[in-house]
C-alpha cells in the first residue's frame, strides 16, 4: 500500500488498542486515507462510526459520545476552514476536561506557502485549548510504524488526562489505496500486540483536608466529577450542611445523601437573615449558573474542591484548595449544629410554596413551566440534556431534583452552538433514552444536528424546544431593562420566523407541536429515534415573572 494509506491504517488500528470505541468521520479528500482506515475498522466490528458532514456539529458529537462514555473519541476532518470548524468545541471540551482526539488531516510542507487550495497554517490551530501532537509525512523507510503507534498512544493518553489533543497528519498523495508493491510488510509494529503504554482514566489525587469546617458550612456543587461530588456529599449530610447543587450536580449530591435544597439558587440570591449567613463555603467543582453564588463567597470563608490547575475561583477568594473531600475528613468538620440545617430546611420549604404558587398563577406555557414538567415527567434511567441558556437556569430556580436521571449541559464555556449535536453524542454512548431542552435559537444554531445518513446510527432523543421566537435570556441582563427598549429587539431579542415543523421536515424528523400541558406531557413519553416539541411560549412576561419568582421568595425569608 501507498505511504498514506499505511500511515493511516496505523493510525487507526492503535486508536482501538488504546481503547477508542467511537469514531466521527468528516467527509473530504484530505483525509481519505484516514476515513477509509476506520471505515474498515467499522465494518469489522472493531469501532463504531459516525458520520457528519458539518464539522462543527460533528465535532460536537464527538463531545457527546466522550462525556457519555467517559473515553476518549477521536474525528477526522480534511483540511483548511473544516479544522477552525472543530474550534468551539474544543474551547468546550478544553473546559470541561471532556477527551477529545481531534485527527487533523493536512497538506504536505511543501504546499504551505504556495498559494495551494485548502492550505492553511493549522499546526496548534487551538493553541492552548488542546493539546497539539505533529506528525510526520508518510514515507517509504524502515522505523516508521513504531513512531506513529508511539504518537497515537501519546495523544491517547494526554486526552485521558481529561482536555483534547489535535493530531496534525499531512498526507501526501495519493490519498487512496493503490495497486503497488506491498509495504510495509506489517502493520504490527510491536510483536506482543500490546500498546505501548497502558492508558487508563487518571485516578482523582486524594489528599487530606487539614482546614477546620464549621457546622454552619453550605455547600455548593456544580459541574464536575461526580465521583467527587458524591463523596463530598456524604460529608455534607452527616455534618448537616445544606446543599445547594447545579442540575448537572443534582443526582450525584443526592445519591450521597446530601441535603439538597430546592429553592437554594433563589434563597441565594435574596438577603439572608443571619440564621441562614454560613460561616464557610465549600464549592466543588465548577459552579456556573448563579451571580448569587459569587455573593454568598464574598461573605464567608470559600473552600474548592476540585484538581484542575484553573479552578473555580474568579472572585480569587478561595482560602484554600484540595482535590477531594470525603468520609475520612470527617474528623476535621465541627460539632453538628442542631440548628443550622433545619433553619435551612424551612426556609426551603417555605420558597418552594412560594414557587409553585406563583407558578400555578400563571398561564401555561412559560420556560419555567416547561422545566418543572419535563422533569416532573420523564421516566426513571433517562438522560437530560440542557440547552446553555434559559433552560438550565429555569430548571435550576423551579424543577424538582431528581437522583434517578443523568443531567447533562455543556458547561465549559456555556456556548448554546452545538447543544443539540453533543446531547445526540451522549444518548448513542450511553444507549439510554435521553431528553433536550433547548431554546429555539439554540436549535437553530445546530439544525445540522438533525441531518442523519440512512447508515447512521440513530440517538433515541427528544429535542424539546421552547420557541419564544428570539433570544429569551436577554430580557433578564441589563440589556433587558426598560431603558433599552429601542435598540433591544433588533439587536438582542432577535426576533425570526422561522418554521420548524418545516425544517424538521426537511430533515426527515417526526415533529410535535404541544399546545397545551397535557398534550405536551404526553409527548414525552418514550420513543425510538429522533423527534422534536416544540412548545410556542412568549417572552414579553419574562423579566416581570422572574422578578416576581425572587420577591415571593424574598418575603418569605422577612
Not at 484554600?320 to 468520609?327: I, K, N, S, Y
Request: charged share 20%; glycine share 8%; with cysteine.
Amino acid at each position: 500500500m501507498n505511504p498514506s494509506t499505511a500511515q493511516a491504517s496505523v493510525i487507526t488500528d492503535e486508536l482501538v488498542r488504546c481503547g477508542v470505541e467511537h469514531v466521527v468521520v468528516c467527509p473530504g479528500s484530505r483525509n481519505a486515507p484516514l476515513s477509509m482506515a476506520l471505515f474498515e475498522a467499522a465494518r469489522s466490528g472493531r469501532v463504531t462510526l459516525h458520520v457528519r458532514v458539518d464539522e462543527r456539529a460533528a465535532a460536537f458529537l464527538a463531545l457527546g459520545l466522550a462525556t457519555g462514555s467517559a473515553r476518549p473519541v477521536a474525528l477526522t476532518c480534511t483540511s483548511g476552514t473544516a479544522v477552525a470548524n472543530l474550534h468551539p468545541a474544543v474551547l468546550e471540551a478544553s473546559h470541561a476536561r471532556v477527551p477529545l482526539l481531534l485527527l487533523t488531516a493536512d497538506r504536505p510542507p511543501e504546499l504551505h506557502g504556495t498559494g495551494a487550495n485548502q492550505t492553511v497554517d493549522q499546526r496548534a490551530l487551538f493553541g492552548p485549548a488542546a493539546g497539539a501532537v505533529e506528525f510526520p509525512v508518510a514515507e517509504r523507510r524502515p522505523g516508521q510504524q513504531a513512531v506513529w503507534r508511539a504518537l497515537v498512544c501519546r495523544a491517547v493518553a494526554h486526552a485521558e488526562q481529561g482536555g483534547p489533543v489535535q493530531v496534525n497528519v499531512p498526507f501526501r498523495e495519493p490519498l487512496v489505496p493503490t495497486f503497488e508493491p506491498h509495504w510495509p510488510d506489517s502493520l504490527d509494529g510491536r510483536p506482543d500486540g500490546r500498546s505501548w503504554t497502558t492508558v487508563a482514566p487518571a485516578a482523582t489525587p486524594v489528599s487530606r483536608v487539614d482546614f477546620p469546617l464549621p457546622a454552619r458550612t453550605l455547600m455548593v456543587l456544580g459541574s464536575g466529577s461526580p465521583a467527587r461530588a458524591r463523596a463530598a456529599a456524604a460529608v455534607a449530610a452527616i455534618a448537616g450542611w445544606p446543599a445547594v447543587a447545579e442540575p448537572p450536580a443534582h443526582a450525584a449530591a443526592l445519591s450521597g445523601g446530601a441535603n439538597v435544597l430546592r429553592r437554594g439558587t433563589l434563597l441565594l440570591s435574596a438577603d439572608l437573615p443571619d440564621t441562614l449567613r454560613p460561616d464557610a463555603v465549600v464549592v466543588v467543582g465548577r459552579p456556573t449558573l448563579s451571580r448569587a453564588i459569587g455573593r454568598v463567597r464574598t461573605q464567608a470563608p470559600t473552600y474548592v474542591i476540585d484538581d484542575a490547575p484553573a479552578w473555580t475561583d474568579p472572585q480569587h477568594l478561595a482560602v484554600q484548595v484540595r482535590t477531594w473531600l470525603d468520609l475520612d475528613d470527617m474528623p476535621h468538620v465541627a460539632d453538628v449544629d442542631p440548628d443550622w440545617l433545619p433553619a435551612w430546611r424551612h426556609a426551603d420549604t417555605n420558597a418552594h410554596t412560594a414557587v409553585d404558587k406563583l407558578l400555578d398563577e400563571q398561564e401555561w406555557p412559560t420556560g419555567l413551566h416547561l422545566a418543572a414538567d419535563v422533569l416532573a415527567t420523564i421516566p426513571t434511567g433517562t438522560n437530560l440534556f440542557l440547552g446553555s441558556s434559559n433552560p438550565i437556569r429555569d430548571v435550576d430556580l423551579v424543577a424538582e431534583p431528581r437522583s434517578d436521571v443523568a443531567v447533562f449541559a455543556n458547561r465549559g464555556v456555556a456556548g448554546i452552538d452545538g447543544n443539540t449535536s453533543t446531547a445526540a453524542g451522549i444518548a448513542l454512548a450511553t444507549a439510554r433514552p435521553t431528553y433536550a431542552l433547548i431554546g429555539d435559537v439554540t436549535f437553530l444554531h445546530d439544525v445540522n444536528a438533525l441531518l442523519l445518513g440512512p447508515q447512521e446510527p440513530r440517538p433515541d432523543l427528544t429535542v424539546i424546544v421552547n420557541n419564544d421566537a428570539g433570544g429569551g435570556i436577554f430580557s433578564l441582563l441589563e440589556q433587558g431593562a426598560a431603558e433599552h427598549q429601542e435598540s433591544f429587539e433588533r439587536v438582542f431579542g432577535t426576533p425570526h420566523q422561522a418554521d420548524l415543523a418545516a425544517l424538521c421536515a426537511g430533515y426527515g424528523i417526526p415533529h410535535t407541536l404541544a399546545p397545551d400541558r397535557e398534550a405536551f406531557r404526553a409527548a414525552l413519553r418514550p420513543a425510538r429515534g429522533p423527534r422534536v416539541v416544540e412548545v410556542r411560549t412568549t417572552r414579553a412576561p419574562l423579566r416581570d415573572l422572574h422578578a416576581r419568582l425572587r420577591t415571593e421568595v424574598t418575603a418569605t425569608l422577612h
